[in-house]
């Protein structure tokens, strides 16, 4: 348990890295499992989330090495093992282990997943999918059991494109005999990471306009990989440079994977330019125009960046609307927000936020990974300190945000309690 303590009121001025990404090193860690061989990942995040799925593949018998971001999982001695509510109490991205272990064991026990309070995510969509790839699943009071006598290659149309559904389905089909065809598949550049990480390992990954070719094979070699840089991270210090004020540098940020953030940042008024090396931001931190967005499935404006956006709009010069489209409790953050001065009122899916002219410094609770960097974010335009409870939420996804905050000029440091 800790706080992050926050003094604002400063503009944001220097260079910051943009770690490795948290939603693609997760199911390739998982993958690490399938080619039961060797497998260095470069540039992975230091988060708690990382820690944990590489303390199941611990569990399991792979061997796992630390050299500075770089994680090195020997799966040669892997083992089945049920995956219980002790390992997964906390992480909801266990749920992707069901996959990777029906692919390599063709047997997986996962205890029903924790994680953040942002909705209900059912996994029928995933259950349904590896019921038609062959598997067997039974749900007990507490865990999905899994069995399969071979892993059947077959075509499956999504009738959702879940980012979870479809890892599940790609690291399955891996070891299937055959080709597996995904249609309406999600599309994230986090998907085509993990497609990049199957074809090194053997098992050619092709997508391609909502529509993923999984090539099974029997015969994996072992691999050096490279996580792609966080587009969710880079877009949350955009948007504390957006309403902070300031001139920024996101060194290794990859522009092509978060085309609707800049889009939506760049109407609210920041000016955002590009290079091969990252991307730079430049705002007033005053005049921030009013947006009605709605989050989607991507390309479309990422859920997980709502909580930063809805903090820079609470000081916007007018009225703001954001629509909620894929997680039904995603606003919780919204009464945190109005403890320190917003005027946000939310009715169903929909938040409506009225501008104020300035946000006052208090103490908050973040119940959620990215509404804790959303109060952050609020915190660094208050006059005076905040402190912002539950850090415990963003260390699963943030590598250090108070000393990337540091290296932007910011007062922000964590505080165990």
């Known amino acids: 348990m800790g706080r992050y303590i926050v003094y604002g009121g400063k503009k944001l001025f220097g260079i910051t890295d943009i770690h490795g990404s948290k939603n693609a090193a997760l199911p390739v860690l998982c993958g690490c499992i399938i080619n039961s061989g060797l497998n260095v990942i470069h540039n992975c995040p230091k988060i708690t989330d990382v820690f944990n799925t590489c303390h199941i593949l611990e569990r399991a018998g792979c061997k796992i090495k630390w050299d500075g971001s770089t994680v090195i999982v020997d799966s040669s001695k892997a083992r089945f093992i049920v995956i219980d509510d002790e390992l997964t109490g906390s992480m909801r991205s266990s749920i992707i282990f069901m996959g990777a272990f029906?692919?390599?064991?063709?047997?997986?026990?996962?205890?029903?997943?924790?994680?953040?309070?942002?909705?209900?995510?059912?996994i029928d969509i995933h259950i349904e999918s590896l019921e038609q790839m062959g598997i067997v699943i039974t749900e007990g009071l507490n865990c999905f059991s899994c069995s399969a006598g071979a892993i059947k290659p077959c075509e499956i149309n999504l009738r959702f494109p879940s980012v979870g559904a479809t890892e599940n389905i790609m690291l399955s089909a891996s070891c299937a005999d055959g080709v597996t065809v995904i249609k309406n598949a999600a599309c994230e550049p986090e998907i085509e990471a993990l497609a990049g990480f199957l074809t090194s390992i053997g098992a050619k990954t092709v997508c391609e306009n909502g529509k993923i070719t999984v090539c099974g094979t029997d015969k994996f070699n072992d691999t050096e990989y490279t996580i792609i840089?966080?587009?969710?991270e880079a877009g949350t210090y955009i948007a504390a440079c957006g309403c902070?004020?300031?001139?920024?540098?996101?060194?290794?940020?990859?522009a092509a994977h978060m085309r609707e953030v800049v889009?939506?940042?760049?109407?609210?008024?920041?000016?955002?330019?590009?290079?091969?090396?990252g991307i730079y931001v430049k705002s007033s931190?005053?005049?921030?125009?009013?947006?009605?967005?709605?989050?989607?499935?991507?390309?479309?404006f990422p859920t997980d960046m709502q909580p930063q956006?809805?903090?820079?709009?609470?000081?916007?010069?007018?009225?703001?609307?954001?629509?909620?489209?894929?997680?039904?409790?995603?606003?919780?953050?919204?009464?945190?927000?109005?403890?320190?001065?917003?005027?946000?009122e939310i009715e169903g899916s929909e938040a409506t936020i009225k501008g104020v002219t300035k946000l006052e410094a208090s103490e908050i609770s973040a119940f959620d990974l990215r509404a804790g960097a959303g109060l952050i974010i609020a915190a660094l335009t208050c006059d005076g300190m905040s402190a912002v409870n539950g850090a415990e939420y963003i260390k699963r996804g943030y590598e250090a945000i108070d000393e990337s905050f540091k290296d932007l000029g910011a007062n922000v440091r964590y505080e165990s309690r």
């Open 102 to 122: 029906c692919g390599r064991f063709k047997k997986a026990v996962v205890s029903k997943p924790g994680g953040c309070r942002i909705g209900k995510r059912p």
């Open 229 to 232: 840089p966080d587009r969710i």
């Open 244 to 254: 902070a004020g300031g001139e920024i540098f996101l060194k290794n940020a990859n």
């Open 263 to 277: 889009n939506v940042f760049g109407k609210i008024g920041c000016k955002i330019s590009f290079c091969d090396g």
């Open 285 to 300: 931190g005053k005049d921030i125009m009013p947006q009605n967005v709605k989050t989607g499935v991507y390309p479309y």
């Open 309 to 344: 956006l809805m903090s820079v709009l609470t000081l916007a010069q007018g009225t703001s609307i954001i629509n909620e489209s894929v997680f039904e409790n995603r606003f919780n953050h919204a009464l945190e927000l109005n403890k320190m001065g917003a005027n946000i």
